[in-house]
């Protein structure tokens, strides 16, 4: 699954992880039993990677970030975690230093982000000839 916008803790699997892309940096979060069990950060500019409790630390999300969410069976999600045993966290953290942390659930403010893309609200002149123009 693929969220753009606000992450909601219900698109959270049981079992899986979540990728976070934002401004190219790339991030993993290891879930499992609604817990983050491990974590990797990628940042573009340098390429060096960071893990644990660093990586959780340098995470960027925001409402703008691409968010993938993977779902996993026990058999394939032990087996990720053990190829990337550097990622493990020595104490899982609640689910809730993604929403909280972050304010990934803040709906975006519709006035700042049509302000930034120049977007205007149509005049009732626009909507007439969109709609004459509709209908010929």
């Not at 698109?11 to 992880?17: E, S």
């Not at 190219?24 to 990677?49: C, H, M, P, Q, R």
């Not at 968010?67 to 394939?76: G, H």
Request: glycine fraction near 4%.
């Amino acid at each position: 699954m693929v969220i753009r916008g606000n992450l909601k803790k219900t698109h959270i699997p049981d079992l899986g992880y979540i990728r976070f892309i934002d401004k190219g940096n790339e991030s993993i979060l290891f879930i499992s039993e609604e817990k983050i069990v491990g974590a990797w950060y990628l940042d573009i500019d340098t390429l060096e990677e960071y893990y644990e409790t660093k990586a959780m630390k340098l995470m960027m999300i925001r409402p703008e970030s691409k968010v993938e969410i993977y779902k996993m069976n026990d058999k394939l999600f032990n087996t990720i975690l053990e190829l990337n045993e550097e990622c493990k966290l020595s104490l899982p953290v609640e689910l809730d230093f993604i929403i909280d942390k972050y304010d990934a659930n803040n709906p975006v403010d519709r006035d700042k982000l049509l302000l930034k893309y120049g977007i205007r609200d149509p005049s009732e002149n626009d909507l007439d000839t969109l709609i004459k123009e509709y209908t010929k």
